[in-house]
């Protein structure tokens, strides 16, 4: 008979879950030795656990396969809760492990001992604990729901010492994932009245739409009523940037540019919209508002006209969407691609200039068109939501639905696990790469060939920006005074630097040629962002 840690490790291996991300514990010990001995499921040790659900988040989008992370009690707990958050709020299915106490020890006081089960609640989807009956069942009922729309992380509690125990036999039910039903007829006839009656819509499109396959009927779409399309960061390659279509990215670098489009609509229409990026009311103008995606509008109503909430199998309602009767609509495309020319054309490198935009342009040209960039948040996240190329969603991977620092190195790692056929970089800067500097270790102990580049002012620069913009002086946001002390490696991963374009232009070439991790230090300044972020958006 298999014991309940077999069993997990076993069953995890059928769901597909190919990688386990955390810290070990004493209670670990007998689920780490039974996914040593499991074909096809492996354990990859991280230096925090929080960098284990970034890089179950990461491992999904770059591969639309689930991963499990795990931490100890306390703690360990404590710190895999931020790459669960992530998780949850870029809607990433992953399943989260962490040591509890027995039955009879849950309500005592003891070391390290704390409620994980009301911990977890308010940033995972469902919550249990494993019982040495029922391994099987638990692991498919989870996985079922992580994945299930709209997917999420889900926590499974481990009792102390059930490792060892024999796995009472039990067969688990086969995987029954429920699909989203089509939005109800009569909405949809609504859908098709309110857009054949608009003169200017514009589509808005979120993340929900990624998961979709609903790319080619937003372009068609798009296509067919010759209207503009914006984005959401996190679907950023549902609709190439040079296409005749293409408005822009909502609240990242250039904004008011953007603004000058999708403030001229009188319908906004949301497909795949998730305003856990940002709410509808932060840029849309006072126009009513068609929502199609898999869950309600959340819209505030005293301000806006909610003109249609259409709920449902995504592909189902955009067919509807598409086979509407009506020519193209009203909207100069001539204008918008004045806009949209004037917007890259300012995203462009200055010529002679090493800044911000000269970093982010040589690493593009020199990765690959399918490569994967993975990125940080701070500055240059708002700089690269607008100016880099990405040809598909999973071709750019970042965190906006939470926004937490130190997520680009260890997602960065998890890509070039899940695709390791295709280039990998991660843009970080100086506040992530100090949190998550230890994961360099990570890299190099697993030979992932994966290109960091420091984007390194020594400084919050988004931060500093925003008080800077309040009038206020510059307070808590200065890193260091003095630049890293000098080094040719962090950990073991070797570092080049650049000063200058030619500098950096020698860099990548040394990089990419390199087989293992490696780290590029470009020197910015915050001076680099200034009229380019943070511009608003109306």
């Known amino acids: ?166 796995a009472i036999e039990e067969y688990p039910k086969l995987l029954s994932l429920k699909m989203v039903p089509a939005a109800d007829q009569t909405i949809l006839g609504e859908m098709e009245e309110i857009f054949k009656k608009s003169r200017k819509p514009l589509l808005a499109v979120g993340i929900t739409s990624t998961r979709a396959d609903v790319r080619s009927l937003i372009l068609r779409i798009a296509e067919k009523f010759q209207v503009p399309v914006v984005l959401t960061p996190m679907a950023k390659g549902m609709i190439p940037e040079d296409h005749p279509c293409y408005a822009g990215v909502l609240a990242h670098a250039l904004s008011d540019l953007v603004g000058l489009t999708h403030q001229q609509s009188d319908l906004i229409v949301g497909i795949g919209y998730d305003p856990v990026e940002i709410n509808y009311e932060d840029w849309m103008p006072e126009v009513p508002l068609v929502h199609i995606d898999t869950m309600p509008a959340d819209l505030d109503r005293t301000r806006f006209i909610l003109g249609c909430d259409v709920v449902g199998d995504l592909k189902h309602s955009l067919e509807r969407l598409q086979d509407i009767e009506h020519g193209r609509k009203d909207w100069d495309m001539q204008s918008l691609a004045q806009r949209r020319k004037q917007m890259f054309s300012w995203l462009e490198p200055v010529p002679g200039k090493f800044d911000a935009r000269a970093v982010l342009s040589g690493l593009r040209e020199k990765l690959p068109k399918n490569g994967i960039m993975t990125c940080d948040v701070g500055a240059h996240l708002h700089l690269i939501g607008q100016q880099w190329p990405t040809p598909s969603p999973e071709c750019q991977i970042i965190t906006n639905g939470c926004s937490s620092m130190g997520f680009g190195i260890p997602a960065a790692i998890a890509a070039k696990l899940g695709c390791p056929d295709r280039e990998v970089c991660c843009v970080v800067g100086d506040g992530g790469f100090l949190m998550m500097v230890g994961e360099m270790t990570t890299a190099l102990r697993l030979g992932t060939k994966v290109i960091f580049v420091l984007m390194s002012d020594q400084d919050l620069s988004l931060i500093r920006i925003k008080q800077e913009r309040k009038g206020c002086k510059p307070y808590g946001t200065r890193l260091m005074d003095k630049d890293y002390i000098a080094s040719d490696n962090f950990f073991g991963v070797p570092v080049l630097g650049a000063n200058n374009a030619r500098e950096y232009q020698n860099s990548l070439d040394k990089a990419f040629a390199v087989e293992g991790p490696v780290i590029i230090k470009a020197s910015v300044t915050k001076a680099d962002y200034q009229g380019l972020i943070l511009k608003g958006n109306k």
């Open 1 to 166: 008979m298999a014991t309940v840690a077999e069993r997990l490790a076993q069953t995890l291996a059928e769901l597909g879950v190919r990688y386990v991300f955390g810290v070990p514990s004493g209670n670990w010990v007998d689920y780490c030795e039974a996914i040593r001995k499991t074909k096809g499921i492996e354990f990859v040790l991280v230096s925090n656990e929080a960098s284990a659900g970034f890089m179950a988040d990461a491992y999904w989008r770059s591969t639309g396969k689930p991963a499990a992370c795990f931490g100890t009690y306390g703690p360990g707990a404590c710190n895999l809760s931020t790459g669960l958050c992530c998780g949850f709020l870029d809607r990433s299915p992953m399943l989260a492990f962490a040591d509890e106490m027995t039955d009879s020890m849950l309500s005592r006081t003891a070391q390290m001992n704390m409620d994980q089960q009301a911990f977890f609640k308010p940033i995972s989807k469902f919550q249990t604990r494993l019982k040495q009956d029922k391994v099987g069942e638990i692991l498919y009922q989870a996985y079922e729901i992580a994945v299930s729309e709209r997917p999420g992380p889900v926590y499974i509690g481990l009792p102390t010492g059930m490792g060892m125990d024999e």
